[in-house]
């Protein structure tokens, strides 16, 4: 008799497959033997990743651009068949860390990290309600919880996703899909890389994939990791904004 491996008829549409977490995941995924799309800009290194996999397919595109995503999930779809799973992780980070308030670098990472999600789900949504089975996962952060010194322009889209996810959670459920949100602490990527501070309970890329795997596997809503991180961080989440500030200048440092 012949064990039919569950991952193996597994078709994944990843955003941001071209470093960090997101081509980790992809990596990860392809190894357990499902087929992989991912959509990311840099077309050098999703030809890498079609060079290292068969059950590879690269999409060159930009998550910002509604009708580019459409596209993606079309080919993607032509190439392995139905997408069962599809990973919102496309993201970038902008730190904030003066009073200089540029609308162009806010506008683009809510274009990027939050818009490029709702881009997803309005491409897919449709397919995966029609077929009454699907699952998508949306990369947030724990920045989205609480308001974080340097996360001025970034923390904003990832509590966007949190409450995104809560809100489509009633209508996902109905039509079969599962939905969850990630929320991971700090993982060592080129997003974090321009972090002058410590980074405490810094996790690589592996390890935050290996993370997100396992909780997509599982039926919570959200999955935050690492554990400590974000239980101190959960904490500090339901405290009054008084002890929240003096608690985070404390540990940051912030005046
Ligand atoms: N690193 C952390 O500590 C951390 C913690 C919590 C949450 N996150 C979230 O995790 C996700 C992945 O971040 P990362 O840390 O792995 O950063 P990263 O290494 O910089 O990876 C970001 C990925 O997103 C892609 N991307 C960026 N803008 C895009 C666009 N307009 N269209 C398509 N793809 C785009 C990048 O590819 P191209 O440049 O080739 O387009 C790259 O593949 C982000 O959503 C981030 O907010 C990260």
């Given at each position: 008799m012949t064990i039919k491996n569950p991952t193996q008829n597994i078709h994944a549409f990843i955003t941001g497959v071209s470093s960090g977490i997101g081509r980790a995941l992809a990596e990860m995924m392809l190894d357990q033997g499902m087929q992989v799309s991912g959509m990311a800009r840099r077309r050098e290194a999703l030809k890498s990743l079609e060079d290292q996999y068969d059950q590879f397919f690269g999409i060159t595109g930009d998550v910002a651009d509604s009708q580019a995503v459409a596209n993606a999930v079309e080919q993607a779809e032509k190439r392995f068949g139905d997408i069962n799973q599809a990973i919102c992780n496309a993201g970038i980070y902008i730190p904030q860390s003066d009073l200089n308030i540029d609308p162009t670098l806010f506008r683009q990472q809510m274009e990027i990290n939050y818009l490029g999600q709702v881009n997803v789900l309005a491409a897919l949504l449709p397919l995966m309600e029609a077929r009454q089975s699907g699952h998508i996962v949306l990369i947030s952060s724990v920045a989205g919880w609480r308001g974080l010194p340097l996360a001025a322009s970034y923390g904003p889209t990832k509590a966007a996703s949190i409450s995104l996810a809560e809100s489509l959670y009633f209508l996902c459920r109905q039509k079969n899909i599962k939905l969850q949100v990630i929320c991971p602490g700090f993982v060592d990527t080129e997003a974090t890389a321009q972090n002058t501070f410590r980074m405490p309970m810094l996790m690589t890329p592996p390890q935050a994939a290996k993370?997100?795997?396992?909780?997509?596997?599982?039926?919570?809503?959200?999955?935050?990791?690492?554990?400590?991180?974000?239980?101190?961080?959960?904490?500090?989440?339901?405290?009054?904004?008084?002890?929240?500030?003096?608690?985070?200048?404390?540990?940051?440092?912030?005046q």
């Amino acid at each position: 008799m012949t064990i039919k491996n569950p991952t193996q008829n597994i078709h994944a549409f990843i955003t941001g497959v071209s470093s960090g977490i997101g081509r980790a995941l992809a990596e990860m995924m392809l190894d357990q033997g499902m087929q992989v799309s991912g959509m990311a800009r840099r077309r050098e290194a999703l030809k890498s990743l079609e060079d290292q996999y068969d059950q590879f397919f690269g999409i060159t595109g930009d998550v910002a651009d509604s009708q580019a995503v459409a596209n993606a999930v079309e080919q993607a779809e032509k190439r392995f068949g139905d997408i069962n799973q599809a990973i919102c992780n496309a993201g970038i980070y902008i730190p904030q860390s003066d009073l200089n308030i540029d609308p162009t670098l806010f506008r683009q990472q809510m274009e990027i990290n939050y818009l490029g999600q709702v881009n997803v789900l309005a491409a897919l949504l449709p397919l995966m309600e029609a077929r009454q089975s699907g699952h998508i996962v949306l990369i947030s952060s724990v920045a989205g919880w609480r308001g974080l010194p340097l996360a001025a322009s970034y923390g904003p889209t990832k509590a966007a996703s949190i409450s995104l996810a809560e809100s489509l959670y009633f209508l996902c459920r109905q039509k079969n899909i599962k939905l969850q949100v990630i929320c991971p602490g700090f993982v060592d990527t080129e997003a974090t890389a321009q972090n002058t501070f410590r980074m405490p309970m810094l996790m690589t890329p592996p390890q935050a994939a290996k993370a997100i795997i396992k909780g997509m596997r599982s039926s919570r809503f959200m999955i935050s990791f690492p554990f400590m991180f974000a239980l101190c961080l959960k904490i500090l989440r339901i405290m009054p904004h008084s002890w929240y500030f003096w608690l985070t200048k404390r540990i940051t440092g912030q005046q």
